[in-house]
């Protein structure tokens, strides 16, 4: 007597679910990557050497056409003392980034320095890798 299995075994393999994964992996990645947004302005930075590890709270930027930002938002000169204390107040050590574009006389870099200095804070100075 010949027994015969009455599960037989489907040689052909469905590519269905695969193709399901890979579609949904791919809609993840591209909502996520245009979550992410560089939180920076376009400046041409000065080329330095050295780089420092703190980690700056705020970063304040200057563009070539003399325009404050803390973060990516236009301040005028003239406010840009009391944001950066309202800012600052609650922190123990309050270090910025000043981001300023190489075509910037020194003069604008002092005024946010002179800033930094009457307010106790740290200033770390942006540049860009050699």
């Known amino acids: 007597m010949a027994l015969k299995s009455r599960n037989k075994v489907n040689p052909n393999f469905s590519m269905s679910s695969m193709t399901d994964i890979v579609f949904l992996l791919l809609i993840f990645f591209m909502v996520t990557s245009t979550l992410i947004a560089p939180n920076a302005l376009k400046l041409l930075l000065p080329k330095s050497k050295n780089q420092t590890a703190a980690k700056p709270i705020t970063t304040v930027s200057i563009d070539k056409k003399f325009n404050f930002f803390i973060e990516m938002i236009p301040v005028p000169f003239s406010q840009l003392e009391n944001r950066l204390q309202k800012r600052l107040a609650r922190e123990e050590d309050p270090t910025i ?4 574009d190489k075509s910037v006389p020194m003069e604008q870099v002092v005024k946010v320095m002179n800033i930094a200095k009457n307010n106790k ?7 860009r890798a050699k």
Request: hydrophobic share 55%; glycine share 0%; proline share 0%.
């Open 97 to 100: 980034s000043l981001h300023v």
């Open 121 to 127: 804070y740290k200033l770390i100075l942006a540049t």
